[in-house]
């Protein structure tokens, strides 16, 4: 079963494998047709095409923009889509294309014009007025015609210049088509669908200018204006969408800084949201607020001071066990001007904005750590004096940590036959 069920047709002359291909791309982008996902363009007619959509709100999309204009190598190509393939009889003409009429002694050309541009030159002062000028010095008048979406060019044959514009209608129909294709190639309408660009574009007044416009329909917004000056317009939209960022931390570093960061992000960046994860900031909100606050947040990272102390693995396991970091962090929190992290890896890491803060933690924790190692020999070696042994260090292991871990003790069996065992001893002092 084909999965492109749902056919839109438009009207084109002859058009080739590579035309047809550049079609099915712009009606392939959702962000210069309004569509989506579309299977290959099949001719429908002499002079009708159809494409077919995957999804049903694609091919409605593409329908409330009505007319699109896709630059082909041959020129502007001004396609007008509909529902079903109903061709026009001869004496019915398409009015979606440019068409010349011939009155007694007025000449009359009919141009479809996309409806919000055809607003936009009524309301714009500036438009209208190069547009009047521009017909004007070769002896045309406009007029709009909402209803059909459609602009009338009107001139009179005794009165043009050159008398009859040179003796050929063909001399005025170049020359007011020169007039539209220059409207054409100024103006831009920019269509857009996304309701999160929507929202932002009707809030922020400062879209609308001497050169733009922004028009509104039920499901979207269009900006109309200058090429320019909508061109410029559309990427501060895009910058202006909330933004994510994510930067990867180390939850250690990241409290040390945590306070003034957050500081700093209500004061500069106050738009922004910030989620803390596993390892990582997002933050998220405006493009500009989100870019100023990951600079803010990696260049108070870049700040924290780090010592490593080594340490044998003993200790290392006993800061671990005890619960020693969180009690060494607290201490130093009130003691120190500075607070002071630590980690357990290879080595002790202490971590902090001060350098004075690490050299007093560092001196604190040697102060405070201490192993002993006691080789047992003869007799108390061998069961079952290294029994005895063994309950005597214990008992006396649990009444020193009867309030706090503070001590452990391990035994390490050496080879057999060689009646030396080792007690390992360590802990706070």
Same mark, same amino acid.
């Given at each position: ?25 712009? @009606? ?9 996902? !579309? ?10 095409? $159809? ?7 694609? /091919? ?8 699109? #204009? ?5 020129? =502007? ?16 003409? *398409? ?15 009919? @141009? ?7 607003? @936009? ?19 045309? #008048?406009?007029?709009? %015609? ?10 009179? +044959? ?30 831009? !309408? ?18 609308? #200018? ?5 028009? #509104? ?26 933004? $994510? ?5 180390? =939850?250690? /570093? ?14 500069? !960046? ?34 924290? /001071? ?12 006993? +800061?671990? *066990? ?8 607290? &201490? ?40 002993? %190692? ?26 020193? %940590? *009867? &309030? ?7 035994? +390490? ?17």
């Amino acid at each position: 079963m084909d999965e492109y069920q749902h056919p839109l047709f438009f009207e084109a002359k002859d058009l080739t494998d590579r035309e047809k291909e550049k079609i099915r791309r712009h @009606f392939g982008k959702k962000r210069d047709s309004g569509g989506g996902e !579309c299977g290959m363009i099949e001719k429908a007619g002499e002079d009708t095409y $159809k494409i077919s959509f995957k999804d049903k709100d694609d /091919k409605e999309r593409v329908l409330r923009r009505k007319f699109h #204009t896709i630059s082909l190598p041959r020129g =502007e190509l001004c396609l007008t889509v509909s529902r079903t393939n109903s061709p026009q009889s001869p004496d019915q003409p *398409s009015t979606r294309k440019p068409q010349t009429i011939t009155k007694a002694n007025t000449l009359e050309k009919i @141009f479809p014009v996309d409806i919000f541009l055809l607003s @936009f030159l009524r309301n714009n002062p500036k438009a209208n007025k190069v547009l009047q000028k521009q017909l004007c010095s070769i002896g045309c #008048t406009v007029e709009f %015609n909402f209803d059909e979406e459609e602009a009338v060019v009107r001139g009179d +044959i005794e009165k043009g210049p050159g008398g009859a514009f040179g003796g050929a209608a063909e001399k005025w129909e170049m020359q007011v088509d020169r007039v539209f294709n220059s409207l054409t190639e100024s103006y831009l !309408c920019y269509h857009v669908i996304e309701p999160e660009k929507v929202k932002v574009l009707l809030q922020d007044l400062s879209f609308v #200018t001497d050169d733009i416009r922004v028009y #509104t329909s039920s499901v979207h917004a269009v900006i109309v204006g200058v090429y320019e000056a909508v061109k410029e317009r559309i990427a501060i939209l895009e910058k202006s969408l909330p933004t $994510k960022r994510e930067t990867p931390v180390v =939850e250690k /570093k990241f409290k040390l800084i945590e306070e003034e960061f957050s500081r700093e992000m209500r004061a500069h !960046c106050a738009d922004v949201k910030i989620h803390r994860g596993n390892s990582m900031i997002t933050l998220e909100g405006p493009d500009k607020e989100v870019q100023s606050g990951a600079t803010k947040l990696n260049e108070l990272i870049k700040k924290v /001071k780090e010592k490593r102390v080594k340490l044998c693995p003993a200790l290392l396991t006993f +800061i671990t *066990s005890s619960g020693a970091i969180s009690k060494y962090e607290a &201490r130093f929190q009130q003691s120190l001007r500075h607070p002071v992290s630590l980690e357990v890896k290879s080595d002790l890491i202490l971590c902090s904005l001060s350098s004075d803060a690490l050299d007093k933690a560092e001196a604190a924790v040697s102060r405070d750590l201490s192993e002993a %190692n006691v080789q047992l020999q003869g007799a108390t070696a061998v069961p079952p004096e290294l029994e005895r042994v063994k309950e005597i260090m214990i008992k006396a292991k649990n009444e020193e %940590n *009867s &309030r706090e871990f503070r001590v452990d003790v391990n035994f +390490i069996l050496h080879s057999r036959g060689v009646h030396n065992d080792q007690s390992t001893t360590c802990g706070l002092q």
